[in-house]
C-alpha cells in the first residue's frame, strides 16, 4: 500500500494527493557531488577489436547504390564474431531503409563518410515500438533503430543525413497520408493497447533519426546528424547513455538536438546544436501513457555544450508525465535561442520535476525569456492533473540581451512552482526584469537584471499588469 501511494505521488496522480506530497526544504547552498556520483556509474561500452568494414560486404560508397543489405550482412557477421565495429569507410553510401544494430556493436561512420537514408516511409516498415511525443506506438522505424541492445554504438566524424527533404517531398507530391499526432494522443489516453496503436501502410508519424530504445550502455561519439524529419537523437527507455562531441546541425520542425526519454543516467558532453526546435529536451512520457509507463528521465548531466536553436537551449518537457529528477547542466554557451531554460508542463501532465541544477551558462541573444517556467502550456483536456515543479538553483549566469523577459515564472494556484533559487544573475538587458505568478519560495541573490539589482524575495506580478507577446 505505501509503495502504491509513493509511486502516485511521484506521478502527480491524483490531484489530492499530489498536493500531499510532502515539499523539500530551501535548496542546500551546494549539492553539486550529486552530479560527481552520477558521473561515476556512467562507463561508455567497450568493443573487441574486430572491424567489418561494409565494403567487403557489398556495400558502394558512390550515393547510389543502395547498400542497405551489405550494411545489415556486416552487422550480423559482427554479431555472430562476438562483436566489434561495422565500418563504413569514406565515401557516400545510401541506405533505402533503417539500420538496425545489434549487441555489442559500434556502427562507425568514418570521417569522410556519409550515410544517407532514402525518403519513401514504406522502405521503414515493419512498424517497430517506438514513441511519438510521449506516447509509444507501432510505425515507422527510426533511421537508426536499436531495440533492448547490450553494449551499442555510432562513432566516427563522418555525417548521418536523415534526407528529410526527399521525404517532405514525396508526401507534398503524393497521395501519401501521414497519421495524425492527435488520433494517437487520444489513444494513450483512452489506454488502447500498444499493439493497436499502429501507425504504418499508408499512415505515417516522423520517426526520429536515431533511436536506441531499451538500450544499455549506449554510445553515440563524433558523428554530425543532419537534415532529420523528426527529434535527432532520441534515446527511448535507456540506461548508461553517453552523447559527446556530436554535432547536430538539422533546422526541420521538431528538430530536437537530443532527447532522453524515460532514461537514466545520461552524460550530454561537448556537443554543438544547431537545431530547428530544443537543443536538448528531457522528456518522459505524455500524460496517462507517461503515467502508466512510469518511468522518470534521473541522473542526467549536460557540459561543455554549444547551443543555437529555434527553441530553448534546455528544455524539460513538456512531455514529462513520468517525471524528472537530478538534472545538472555546467559550462555552456547559448547562441540565438528563444530561452535559455524553458521548464514546462500543461494542467493534465501530472509528474514531478525536481532537482534540477545549473550553473555557469553565459548567453548572446535570448528572443522571449532567459529563464522561463510554465505549467499551463497549451494543449490540455480540463487541467485535472497539475504537474509539480521544485527545488531548482540556477547560477553563476550571464546574458546580453533576454528579449521580452529576464526572469518568468508562471504556476498556477493548484501547484505553484516551488523552491527556486537564482544566483548570481546578470542580464544587460529585457523589456521586462520579471513575470512572476503563482511560486513559492522564490530567492534571487545577486541578480541584476537592466543595470538594477533585484530584491531578494521579488513580488508576484500584478494581475493588471500587461503581459509581453512570448509564444507558447
Known sequence: MKARLLR???????LLALAAAPLPAAPPADDWSEMDAILRRIEPPSFPKHDFVVSDFGAVGDGKTDCRAAIARAIEACVRAGGGRVVLPAGTFFCDGPV?????????????????????????????????????YYGHSPRIYAKDAVNVAITGGGIIDGNARGTFALFKDSKQTKGSPAELRKMGAEGVPVDQRVFAGGRWLRPSTIQPFGCTNV???????????????????????????????????????CDPDSCADVLIENCDFHTGDDSIAIKSGRDEDGWKAGRPSE????????????????????????GVRNVFMED?????????FYFKGNLDRGGVVEHVRARRIDADKIREAFVRFETNYHGYRGGNHPPSFRDFVLEDLTCKDAGAYGVYLEGVAAAPIRDVVIRRLSIGTAKAPLWLRQMENLRFENVKINGTLLPETPPSTPDDEKKLHISS
Do not use: Q
Not at 102 to 108: G, L, P, Q, W, Y
Not at 237 to 249: G, L, P, Q
Not at 304 to 320: F, K, N, P
Open 219 to 257: 554510445l553515440i561519439e563524433g558523428v554530425t546528424v543532419r537534415d532529420s524529419t523528426f527529434w535527432c537523437v532520441h534515446p527511448v527507455f535507456c540506461r548508461n547513455v553517453t552523447v559527446r562531441h556530436v554535432t547536430v546541425d538539422s533546422m526541420n520542425p521538431n528538430n530536437d538536438g
Open 332 to 340: 555552456c554557451h547559448l547562441g540565438a535561442v528563444a530561452s535559455a
Open 299 to 322: 541522473n542526467i548531466v549536460i557540459r561543455h555544450c554549444t547551443m543555437r536553436s529555434r527553441w530553448s537551449a534546455l528544455c524539460i518537457g513538456s512531455e514529462m508525465s513520468g
Open 8 to 14: 502516485r505521488l511521484w506521478l502527480g496522480l491524483p
Open 100 to 136: 538496425r544494430l545489434k549487441s555489442n556493436v559500434d556502427f562507425h561512420v568514418s570521417a569522410g563518410a556519409t550515410l544517407t537514408f532514402g525518403a519513401d516511409p514504406a522502405h521503414y516498415l515493419p512498424a517497430v515500438l517506438t514513441r511519438y511525443e510521449g506516447t509509444l
